[in-house]
C-alpha cells in the first residue's frame, strides 16, 4: 500500500451497497436521485457514480460511489445534506424501511498509487 504524499490532503469516497427488492427499484431509484441531486451541489464533490445488476433471486442490487475533496467537504456535506433532506421531507432511513432495502455504508480514504 502507498502513503499518502505530503501536503496532499486524501478525499474521502463513501460507497454505499443496496439490495433492492425488483418491486421497490422504481421507487428506490427515484428516492436515490433525489440525494444524488442534492449531493452534486454541495462544494467539494469530486465525482459521483452508480453501479447496478441483479442476484439470483431477482433482487437489484445497487453500489454508489462519491468522492468528497477533503475531510472539511465530506463533513460539511453531511450536514447539508440533512438539511436539504429535512427540508424536502425526505426521511432516507425511513424510506429504505419502507422499500425493505438493505444498506451497508463505508467510508474510506482514497489517494493515487
Known amino acids: 500500500?502507498?502513503?499518502?504524499?505530503?501536503?496532499?490532503p486524501a478525499?474521502?469516497?463513501v460507497i454505499d451497497r443496496f439490495v433492492v427488492p425488483r418491486g421497490s427499484r422504481a421507487s428506490f431509484v427515484e428516492a436515490s436521485g433525489?440525494?444524488?441531486?442534492?449531493?452534486?451541489g454541495v462544494p467539494g464533490f469530486v465525482e459521483g457514480y452508480v453501479?447496478?445488476?441483479?442476484?439470483?433471486?431477482?433482487?437489484?442490487?445497487?453500489?454508489?460511489?462519491?468522492?468528497?475533496?477533503?475531510?472539511?467537504?465530506f463533513e460539511l456535506?453531511?450536514?447539508l445534506?440533512?438539511?436539504?433532506?429535512?427540508?424536502?421531507?425526505?426521511?432516507?432511513?425511513?424510506?429504505?424501511?419502507?422499500?425493505n432495502v438493505q444498506i451497508d455504508r463505508g467510508v474510506y480514504e482514497r489517494t493515487p498509487f
Open 1 to 8: 500500500m502507498t502513503a499518502r504524499q505530503p501536503n496532499r
Open 11 to 13: 478525499q474521502k469516497v
Open 34 to 40: 433525489t440525494v444524488q441531486n442534492i449531493l452534486k
Open 51 to 73: 453501479y447496478e445488476t441483479s442476484n439470483e433471486n431477482g433482487d437489484c442490487l445497487f453500489a454508489t460511489t462519491v468522492v468528497w475533496k477533503d475531510e472539511g467537504a
Open 77 to 79: 456535506a453531511k450536514e
Open 81 to 99: 445534506v440533512a438539511q436539504k433532506l429535512r427540508e424536502l421531507g425526505l426521511n432516507t432511513a425511513e424510506k429504505m424501511r419502507e422499500l
